[in-house]
């Protein structure tokens, strides 16, 4: 690879990965800190929590904490997949060509869905978010994260240091 396209083919997606990662961090961070207090208010007004509870961030982990972790962590993955989709292509690309830009690799994905769709007759749906890979990795790194930070929840609150 070093050969035919020289260090830049190591380089070629790296702005792709740090918007990738500012998407991804931003929507997650910004969910799991919003989703609790709304989690809460939810669960108070159908009664699934008593109206006394205390405020999320005072609240002992648990469900709540659980759930909101899971969502942001989906949301944030299905939300930067395109951009995601766009490095896997830049990081295939042939490094004796010129990089293809992020709306010339995304206007090809819109038209594959809508040929496969013409030629398959099957979903579009099915076939983008297929390309994007938002399924069962999708849910793995949600569910991840969720009991990633249940765990830190519980060694924190069984820390000696406090």
């Given amino acids: 690879m070093v050969a035919r396209g020289g260090m830049q083919a190591f380089g070629r997606g790296i702005h792709l990965t740090v918007l990738r990662d500012i998407v991804w961090g931003g929507t997650y961070a910004g969910l799991r800190n919003w989703l609790p207090e ?45 951009i995601n989709y766009c490095r896997n ?7 004796a060509h010129e990089a293809r830009g992020v ?12 040929v496969h769709h013409a030629r398959s007759g099957k979903s579009r749906a ?9 399924g069962w990795g999708t849910l793995r790194v949600a569910l991840g994260l ?16 406090d």
Avoid at 126 to 134: E, K, N, Q, T
Avoid at 146 to 161: G, H, K, R
């Fill in 146 to 161: 969720a009991v990633s930070s249940q765990i830190y929840i519980e060694c924190c609150a069984l820390s000696v240091w």
């Fill in 103 to 114: 709306m010339s690799i995304l206007g090809d994905l819109v038209h594959d869905t809508n």
């Fill in 38 to 82: 709304k989690l809460l208010f939810l669960g108070t007004s159908t009664g699934f929590i008593a109206k006394d509870a205390s405020a999320p961030s005072k609240s002992k982990p648990g469900v709540i904490s659980f759930t909101s972790n899971m969502v942001a962590g989906g949301i944030g993955t299905m939300i930067s997949s395109p």
């Fill in 89 to 95: 292509m830049a990081y295939g690309h042939n490094v």
């Fill in 126 to 134: 099915s076939y983008f978010l297929g390309r994007l890979a938002i």
